[in-house]
Structure formats: structure tokens, C-alpha cells
């Protein structure tokens, strides 16, 4: 039996929103023009590129953050708050995709439900170490 369904499952939700802008940057350049591996053109094409580059930098923190978390506290738990994460990243992409000013309330969202599961899985680790090791 697999005991980490939601955690999985809020992965590959965040993964698949990824994947949904990288085809955004590729539609963007083919649409300007704009061939790889240049990194700038008209400032559509920049904040679609920004949306994806940061969800990047994000999922580099996120993910860790939400499999520690289930794995040392609750994959319940993990998947409640992990699953703001993508719904932030879909907010901030659609905000910052109309105008850089509107993609603060998603971001927020996103970096939140990160910051919480990082701040629980240092516990959880913490924890852990301190029940195997004292």
C-alpha cells in the first residue's frame, strides 16, 4: 500500500502546472519570435519566462519541504497545506501573465504553504533525530 497519496498527489499537480508554463515560454517565443537560447524580448515575453523561472526556483524548496513534512509529521497534513502551493502558482502565473503588479496574492499563497512546510519538516526532522539519537 502506498502511504503517501496526497503529498504524490500534490506533486504531480505542481508538476503538471510546471509543465503548463513551460509550454506558455515556448508558445511565448514562438509567438515573438524569440529563439533560444536568448532570455529576452518584449515584456509579455519576459513575464511569462519570469512565471516559469521562479516556479522553478520555488519547486527547489517546495518539494523537499513537502515530502519531509510527510514524511516525519503527516501526509495529511502535507497534502492540506501542500495543495497551496500549486493553487498559488496558478494565481501568481495568471496575475503576472496580465501585469508584474497583480502577481503578489499568488505568490503569497505559494510561499506560505512553502514557508509552513519547512518550518514543520525542520521540526519533524528535529524530532526524529532527537527520538533515534538521545
Known amino acids: ?18 509543465f503548463w508554463m513551460a509550454t506558455r515560454v515556448g508558445a511565448a517565443r514562438k509567438k515573438h519570435a524569440i529563439t533560444a537560447p536568448t532570455m ?8 511569462v519566462l519570469r512565471v516559469y523561472a521562479n516556479t522553478h526556483e520555488m519547486l527547489v524548496l517546495f518539494l523537499p519541504s513537502l ?4 514524511l516525519t509529521i503527516s501526509d495529511f497534513w502535507a497534502g492540506v497545506i501542500g495543495i497551496f502551493f500549486p493553487i498559488g502558482r496558478v494565481l501568481f502565473a495568471r496575475g503576472y501573465y496580465q ?5 503578489g496574492k499568488g505568490f503569497t499563497l505559494g510561499f506560505l504553504a512553502t514557508v509552513i512546510l519547512l518550518i514543520g ?12 539519537y538521545s
Open 1 to 18: 500500500m502506498f502511504m503517501y497519496p496526497l503529498a504524490a498527489s500534490v506533486t504531480l499537480l505542481s508538476l503538471f502546472i510546471f
Open 40 to 47: 529576452t524580448g518584449p515584456e509579455e515575453f519576459e513575464r
Open 67 to 70: 515530502w519531509l513534512f510527510a
Open 99 to 103: 501585469a508584474k503588479d497583480k502577481r
Open 121 to 132: 519538516a525542520t521540526l519533524g526532522v528535529v524530532h526524529a533525530l532527537y527520538a533515534i
